[in-house]
């Protein structure tokens, strides 16, 4: 009876999570997170300041057009070398890149053409990058609950914090020490993953047949996608949430708070998100539902607090109350999505598929950003983020009236 509980016991403990190569991984992202957040604010400065917003738009138009173009062929290559081995040759293109752009404005002007080509590079090693992070977790960590709940919480702490450090660096010494620092944590991030002890069939991406053609591997990749149908019924309708909600909220939000209360309180909202984050991420840890994209669902309605605060022109503190909700219910989202998404998927094509859920979701944001300067000429800020509420509304209903989504069960 004693060896019965001892093994009841044993089997209700979770595995260790900070294992070396967990530990490892978890400083890749943290860096790597650390200088993505810190490149948005340094583009808009360093290069707003020298060729206007027309140029800011330019080379922000040129990182993304690759990445949605390449990050299908991403997953396909991680499938075939391994996860791992993209991840650390996208690290190193990105080495460069960055410490190209760093000399050029350590000693002098870049020019335009210049910092378009290094952006396009940089987008293009992104794509080839991006599919790993979701297949690297399986390798790494045996509960991916919590790993997923744990990296969110790092990425929310580098998105409070990573704009704050290049906005001190721009001050103090320029752009060319953001995007030195930039390039150094591309180089960190390439050494820890290098460092993680991978398993030769883990390691060497044995899932893609070497008769197997490109494009044999993306039909694999769209016909396991297609396969599950909860998967693309939420990209379908995360295209809406992106195209209505994610992609149009930062310009519409930052000029309705910004123009109403002033930009040090949108700061403070964007604080209060990451906050946010932070919590949904703690409680994603320790709770474990039995339907997680139900859940998910479920708890994604508090996101409806984000657009309505701003658009019902709250004061400070209930604005920020309300990113704060907003950035848990998200939080908690991504975590049961993600390890959905890892746990649901055989391993050999999982990168392939995350490959195309990233382009699916990617794609709907990307257009809510191009169209969301044309529509705000013609209608308010404010009445755009009452349709940002409702259609937000709307994609929680339609993710738990969707049977697929709705009774997915957690493996």
Same mark, same amino acid.
């Given at each position: 009876?004693?060896?019965?509980?001892?093994?009841?016991?044993?089997?209700?403990?979770?595995?260790?999570?900070?294992?070396?190569?967990?530990?490892?991984?978890?400083?890749?992202?943290?860096?790597?997170?650390?200088?993505?957040?810190?490149?948005?604010?340094?583009?808009?400065?360093?290069?707003?300041?020298?060729?206007?917003?027309?140029?800011?738009?330019?080379?922000?138009?040129?990182?993304?057009?690759?990445?949605?173009?390449?990050?299908?062929?991403?997953?396909?290559?991680?499938?075939?070398?391994?996860?791992?081995?993209?991840?650390?040759?996208?690290?190193?293109?990105?080495?460069?890149? +960055? !410490?190209?752009?760093?000399? &050029?404005?350590?000693?002098?002007?870049?020019?335009?053409?210049?910092?378009?080509? &290094?952006?396009?590079?940089?987008?293009?090693?992104?794509?080839?990058?991006?599919?790993?992070?979701?297949?690297?977790?399986?390798?790494?960590?045996?509960? $991916?609950?919590?790993?997923?709940?744990?990296?969110?919480?790092?990425?929310?702490?580098? +998105?409070?914090?990573?704009?704050?450090?290049?906005?001190? *660096?721009?001050?103090?010494?320029?752009?060319?020490?953001?995007?030195?620092?930039?390039?150094?944590?591309?180089?960190?991030?390439?050494?820890?993953?290098?460092?993680?002890?991978?398993? $030769?069939?883990?390691?060497?991406?044995?899932?893609?047949?070497?008769?197997?053609?490109?494009?044999?591997?993306?039909?694999?990749?769209?016909?396991?996608?297609?396969?599950?149908?909860?998967?693309?019924?939420?990209?379908?309708?995360?295209?809406?949430?992106?195209?209505?909600?994610? !992609?149009?909220?930062?310009?519409? =939000?930052?000029?309705?708070?910004?123009?109403?209360?002033?930009?040090?309180?949108?700061?403070?909202?964007?604080?209060?998100?990451?906050?946010?984050?932070?919590?949904?991420?703690?409680?994603?840890?320790?709770?474990?539902?039995?339907?997680?994209?139900?859940?998910?669902?479920?708890?994604?309605? =508090?996101?409806?607090?984000?657009?309505?605060?701003?658009?019902?022109?709250?004061?400070?503190?209930?604005?920020?109350?309300?990113?704060?909700?907003?950035?848990?219910?998200?939080?908690?989202?991504?975590?049961?999505?993600?390890?959905?998404? +890892?746990?649901?998927?055989?391993?050999?094509?999982?990168?392939?598929?995350?490959?195309?859920?990233?382009? !699916?979701?990617?794609?709907?944001?990307?257009?809510?950003?191009? *169209?969301?300067?044309?529509?705000?000429?013609?209608?308010?800020?404010?009445?755009?983020?009452?349709?940002?509420?409702?259609?937000?509304?709307?994609?929680?209903?339609?993710?738990?009236?969707?049977?697929?989504?709705?009774?997915?069960?957690?493996?």
């Amino acid at each position: 009876m004693t060896a019965i509980l001892d093994r009841e016991d044993a089997a209700s403990v979770p595995p260790a999570l900070w294992t070396r190569d967990f530990s490892f991984y978890f400083a890749a992202r943290v860096v790597s997170l650390l200088g993505d957040a810190m490149m948005p604010v340094a583009t808009a400065l360093a290069v707003g300041a020298v060729y206007g917003v027309s140029g800011v738009g330019y080379v922000l138009a040129v990182w993304t057009a690759p990445f949605v173009l390449f990050v299908l062929f991403g997953g396909v290559f991680s499938d075939r070398i391994g996860a791992r081995a993209m991840m650390v040759g996208a690290d190193l293109v990105r080495i460069v890149t +960055q !410490g190209v752009l760093a000399v &050029a404005f350590f000693t002098g002007t870049p020019s335009l053409w210049l910092l378009m080509v &290094a952006s396009a590079l940089s987008g293009t090693a992104a794509a080839m990058f991006q599919p790993g992070v979701n297949g690297m977790v399986p390798l790494v960590a045996k509960d $991916p609950q919590r790993a997923n709940g744990t990296l969110k919480i790092a990425d929310a702490a580098t +998105q409070l914090g990573g704009p704050v450090l290049a906005g001190l *660096l721009m001050a103090l010494t320029g752009a060319g020490a953001v995007y030195a620092l930039d390039a150094a944590t591309f180089l960190v991030s390439g050494l820890c993953l290098a460092l993680i002890r991978l398993a $030769p069939a883990a390691g060497a991406g044995a899932g893609a047949g070497k008769s197997s053609t490109v494009l044999l591997d993306l039909r694999r990749g769209w016909t396991e996608f297609r396969s599950r149908s909860w998967m693309w019924s939420v990209i379908l309708v995360w295209v809406f949430f992106g195209m209505f909600v994610f !992609g149009p909220y930062i310009p519409l =939000g930052s000029r309705l708070i910004g123009d109403r209360l002033g930009e040090a309180a949108y700061g403070w909202a964007m604080a209060a998100l990451g906050a946010g984050t932070v919590l949904g991420g703690l409680v994603a840890i320790r709770f474990r539902p039995a339907r997680p994209l139900a859940a998910g669902a479920v708890a994604l309605t =508090g996101f409806i607090c984000i657009p309505l605060s701003a658009a019902l022109e709250l004061p400070p503190l209930p604005l920020m109350a309300g990113h704060l909700l907003g950035g848990a219910s998200w939080a908690f989202w991504s975590v049961m999505w993600s390890t959905s998404v +890892q746990t649901q998927v055989a391993p050999d094509v999982l990168n392939r598929v995350t490959a195309y859920e990233v382009a !699916g979701s990617v794609s709907g944001v990307a257009v809510g950003q191009a *169209l969301v300067g044309p529509v705000s000429s013609i209608v308010e800020p404010r009445d755009l983020l009452f349709v940002s509420t409702g259609v937000t509304a709307a994609v929680c209903a339609a993710l738990l009236l969707i049977p697929p989504i709705r009774r997915l069960h957690r493996i």
